[in-house]
């Protein structure tokens, strides 16, 4: 039986990743410290004889050694998002550092590593779809969230130039903004995870800036058949990916979906907020996958559409504020 090192394995691409893999018959090692983790993103898997957990650091390596002795491929997902939580320096660290130390123990192991890019990589490129071979354009360099998306940057170029100085088989992966059960209940998991909240508890969903930014929302299910297709298929070696659903929307039809699927045909409060609120703040007009090369070395093709995951959306994270004792007086009829 394979074994797969996950690291980030109770955070929501993670813990769904896992459940995939064990399904299919592999040995899941999770490694996850739990800074942003959720417990009961895993107390399912931690009944299953096929998983373990190590609650460590990744930048802890001795013991990114240990957990990872006898892996064949090591996922790694672990990483900190969106900058404008903390001072930037979590995200900039976390994410290149920790993820050295995390191929370093791959290398050491003659372990495949899959890591966890972002489509926000692609930045300010008004040129859309992005295919992998677009630029990557940044912002002002006085905005904080570009953190994280050179953060990425970094992360995917060190990954190459272990590939081309010692051999390690590596494939970045940009995911496109996923959503699903599992997902953080905050603005750490989407847009969409705030959004069904604010209309479960009938209060107004913050629309930043006109609302007229797009994105393209992955189910988690796409993604995680995404990941198992790279991991599993020696073509997808030494290139980089994007993973993701091709259908656009905007955030401010979004929100208005997202209120429908929840309260019906009651009118939706919808607040727009000016960006000036974060302080400096630049944000991503267009975001839209070219997903002709998973398509054609990996035969990937997105399945789920978005209102029929929105619909499994809702009800899980109706289920999941009840396990978190969030009291929830409106049960949509999408959940009925
Ligand atoms: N969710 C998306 O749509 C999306 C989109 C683009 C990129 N990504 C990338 O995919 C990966 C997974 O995203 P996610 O949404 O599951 O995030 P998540 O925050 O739910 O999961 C990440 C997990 O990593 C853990 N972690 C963080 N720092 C750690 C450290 N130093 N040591 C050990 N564990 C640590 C957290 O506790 C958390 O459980 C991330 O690398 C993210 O940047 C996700």
Redesign the pocket.
């Known amino acids: 039986m394979k074994r797969i090192l996950i690291?980030?394995?109770?955070?929501?691409?993670?813990?769904n990743l896992a459940k995939g893999l064990l399904e299919k018959g592999y040995h899941v090692v999770g490694?996850?410290?739990?800074?942003?983790?959720?417990k009961l993103?895993i107390s399912g898997l931690l009944k299953h004889p096929s998983f373990e957990i190590h609650y460590?650091?990744?930048?802890?390596e001795p013991a990114l050694k240990v957990a990872a002795e006898g892996c064949e491929v090591v996922v790694?997902?672990?990483?900190?998002?969106i900058p404008r939580y903390t001072d930037a320096l979590?995200t900039l660290m976390?994410?290149s550092m920790?993820s050295e130390s995390v191929t370093k123990v791959a290398l050491d192991q003659g372990a495949k590593v899959v890591?966890?890019?972002?489509?926000?990589v692609y930045g300010k490129n008004p040129d859309v779809p992005f295919s992998e071979d677009s630029n990557l354009v940044m912002g002002n360099p006085h905005v904080k969230r570009w953190a994280?998306a050179i953060s990425?940057m970094f992360e995917e170029q060190m990954l190459f130039a272990y590939n081309q100085r010692f051999g390690v088989d590596v494939v970045p992966?940009?995911?496109?903004?996923?959503?699903g059960p599992?997902?953080?209940l905050t603005w750490?998991?989407?847009p969409q995870s705030v959004f069904i909240n604010k209309a479960l508890d009938n209060e107004e969903i913050e629309v930043h800036g006109d609302g007229m930014q797009t994105r393209s929302f992955?189910y988690i299910s796409d993604?995680v058949d995404g990941i198992i297709r790279t991991i599993e298929n020696p073509a997808a070696n030494n290139k980089v990916f994007n993973i993701g659903n091709t259908f656009e929307i905007s955030i401010l039809d979004l929100a208005k979906l997202i209120w429908k699927l929840v309260r019906g045909d009651e009118s939706p409060k919808i607040k727009l907020i000016p960006y000036s609120t974060f302080g400096k703040y630049e944000d991503v007009m267009r975001r839209i996958p070219d997903i002709t090369r998973a398509r054609t070395l990996l035969g990937f093709e997105p399945k789920v559409d978005l209102e029929v995951g929105l619909r499994h959306t809702i009800e899980w994270q109706v289920a999941r504020r009840k396990e978190l004792d969030i009291a929830t007086s409106h049960i949509p009829d999408c959940v009925r």
Do not use: C, P
């Open positions: 690291t980030g394995a109770a955070g929501f691409i993670g813990s490694v996850d410290n739990m800074s942003q983790g959720e993103n460590i650091d990744i930048r802890d790694h997902l672990a990483a900190y998002k979590d976390i994410n920790g890591a966890a890019s972002t489509s926000d994280y990425k992966i940009r995911f496109f903004g996923g959503y599992n997902q953080n750490w998991g989407g992955t993604h």
